[in-house]
């Protein structure tokens, strides 16, 4: 039985920006995320960039204290949040991502903000399949113990409680 090895997604988030005084730059991973469907990947991916979005500039729209009155026009410059906010909520970009990942290709999304960047990054992991084992599974254990060898087992009876130590 050669079964093909199935895909699994790593998720990375990076902000990467200059260490002030000394001309270096210094990457920090904001998360990492595990799965096995493209999907999750790219919304567990989107509800990143809206996370730093809102902490770096919140969202007018979706903020309870700012009042009509309040808000501007934007300023005809993109910033960080805008974009990230942009990509996250935007369903075509979110579809040629996906069909990206399911072809096999990793994929990045960077975004630069004042005196930083941020690194949205999906990578498709192959995963063996799982190869046979020699043990039995759970469920069809034998009830008895093998001959020779003496049982561990402690009696249960229904209908009582057995308290934990």
């Known amino acids: 039985m050669s079964a093909e090895p199935t895909r699994a997604y790593w ?24 799965t096995i469907s493209p999907k999750l990947a790219l919304r567990w991916l989107s509800g990143e960039a809206e996370r730093i979005a809102d902490r770096l500039d919140p969202d007018p729209k979706r903020s309870a204290w700012v009042k009509p009155w309040m808000c501007v026009n934007p300023a005809p410059i993109p910033d960080g949040p805008t974009e990230l906010r942009f990509w996250a909520e935007d369903p075509d970009e979110h579809q040629a991502a996906r069909d990206q990942l399911k072809e096999g290709a990793p994929l990045s999304v960077v975004i630069p903000d004042n005196g930083c960047r941020f690194t949205l990054t999906v990578w498709p992991v192959a995963v063996p399949p799982p190869e046979a084992s020699p043990t039995q599974p759970a469920d069809e254990q034998p009830t008895r113990p093998r001959p020779g060898h003496t049982s561990h087992r402690k009696v249960r009876r229904s209908g009582w409680l057995i308290p934990l130590l």
């Open 11 to 34: 998720c990375e988030v990076l902000a990467e920006g200059e260490v002030y005084g000394r001309g270096q730059t210094a990457a920090f991973v904001l998360g990492t995320f595990s």
